[in-house]
C-alpha cells in the first residue's frame, strides 16, 4: 500500500479508529494524522475517536480530535486503523459514504473491510504497520513518538509474544529521535491513578479461579464502577494484573455496559487461543488478548466462556 498516492488529489480525508481507543489506536491514528498533515499539506485531514485517556495528551494531535462525529460532507479518502468498520463508533458513517476506504490492521479477526486492505497480523501493532508504510524521512520527534507509544502498549513493553526482532529495530529506530521514552513508558503504560488502583483492588479481591485453578475471572457491575468514579479507561491494566497470577493460564476481565450486558476481556498464555474464543460471541483479537461484549448475568458469561476455554486447555480444540 502506498499511502500517498491512495490520498493524492483528496480534499478531505478521515482517519479513525475502533471504540474506546487503546494507545496503539491512539499511537497509530495520530502518527497517521501528523504523516498526511506534514506530506499533503494541501488536504483537509480530520481523526475520529471516541475521547482517549488524559495519558496521550502529548502526543501531538490529541486536541485535534473529533469525538463528536457530527454531521460531515462525505471524504474523499478515510482510514480505518486498528479494527474493522463495524468498531468505528461515530465514524461508521464517514467510512461508508467515502470515495475510497482503506483499512489498517494487524488484528488475525479482520478479514478486511476497506476497498484496499493492509491487514498483517504477524505485525506488533497498528502503529508498527503504520511505521512500514509511511516514508521514513518523514519521521520527526513528534511522529516517532506517536508510533513508540502505540508500539510499547501493544507489545505490554515489548514483553508480548507479539514482539519480533523487527519490532525492536523500528523502536530503536524511534528512539533515537530523542524524545523521553522511559518516562512515557511510566506515565502512560505503568503509572495508574489513585482511582485506578482502588478498582483494581477491588477487582483482584474479587476475582474467582475455577476450572482446577488453571482460569481465573474478575467483573466490576455499573454500581460499583458509578460507586468508585471510574470509566472504562480506569479498568485497563487489570485484566493483565490477573494473567500475572503465577498457574493462570487464561484470564477474563468483564465490566457492566448496560442491562445484562458486558465488556470481555481475556489474556492468555499458549495454551487457549483467546481469538477463538472471542470470535466465537462476536468479537475479536489476538491469540493472547481479546474481547467481546456479551448479553446476560455474569454467572451466564462465565458459564458460556468457560465452556469454549475448556475445551482448548482439555486438547478437544
Avoid at 495520530?30 to 475517536?49: I, M, R
Avoid at 524521512?137 to 501493544?154: P, Q, R, S, T, V
Avoid at 481469538?275 to 461484549?293: I, L, M, N
Wanted: negative net charge; contains cysteine.
Amino acid at each position: 500500500m502506498d499511502i500517498l498516492q491512495e490520498c493524492r488529489g483528496a480534499k478531505r480525508i478521515g482517519i479513525g479508529g475502533h471504540v474506546r481507543p487503546d494507545g496503539d489506536c491512539v499511537g497509530a491514528c495520530l502518527g497517521l494524522y501528523q504523516y498526511l498533515c506534514k506530506s499533503l499539506p494541501e488536504a483537509s485531514v480530520q481523526v475520529f475517536l471516541e475521547k482517549p485517556a488524559e495519558i496521550f495528551r502529548e502526543i501531538k494531535g490529541y486536541d485535534e480530535i473529533d469525538s463528536e462525529c457530527g454531521q460531515q460532507e462525505a471524504f474523499d479518502v478515510f482510514f480505518c486503523l486498528d479494527c474493522a468498520q463495524d468498531r468505528l463508533g461515530g465514524a461508521q458513517g464517514y467510512f461508508a459514504a467515502a470515495g475510497k476506504t482503506l483499512n489498517i490492521d494487524h488484528h488475525v479477526s479482520n478479514p478486511g473491510c476497506g476497498g484496499i486492505n493492509y491487514i498483517r497480523p504477524e505485525a506488533s501493532s497498528t502503529s508498527e504497520l503504520v511505521y512500514d508504510l509511511i516514508d521514513k524521512e518523514a519521521l520527526d520527534k513528534d511522529l516517532a513518538m506517536a508510533l513508540y507509544i502505540g508500539i510499547i502498549h501493544d507489545t505490554g513493553v515489548f514483553q508480548y509474544s507479539n514482539t519480533s526482532p523487527q519490532t525492536m529495530e523500528k523502536a530503536a529506530k524511534l528512539i533515537s529521535f530523542g524524545f523521553d521514552f522511559p518516562r512515557l513508558i511510566e506515565e502512560t503504560f505503568y503509572q495508574k491513578t489513585y482511582l485506578q488502583s482502588q478498582i483494581m483492588g477491588r477487582a483482584l479481591i474479587q476475582s474467582i479461579r475455577f476450572m482446577d485453578g488453571r482460569c481465573i475471572v474478575s467483573g466490576i457491575d455499573r454500581k460499583t464502577m458509578d460507586f468508585y468514579g471510574v470509566g472504562p479507561s480506569d479498568l485497563e491494566g487489570i485484566v493483565n494484573q490477573l494473567r500475572n497470577i503465577k498457574g493462570i493460564h487464561c484470564a477474563i476481565f468483564m465490566y457492566q455496559t448496560d442491562v445484562l450486558e458486558y465488556k470481555i476481556s481475556m489474556r492468555s498464555d499458549e495454551l487457549v487461543d483467546v481469538a477463538k474464543v472471542a470470535e466465537f460471541f462476536g468479537g475479536g483479537g489476538h491469540k493472547r488478548a481479546a474481547g467481546c461484549t456479551m448479553r446476560g448475568t455474569f454467572h451466564d458469561c462465565v458459564n458460556n466462556l468457560s465452556l469454549h476455554i475448556e475445551r482448548q486447555l482439555d486438547g478437544r480444540l
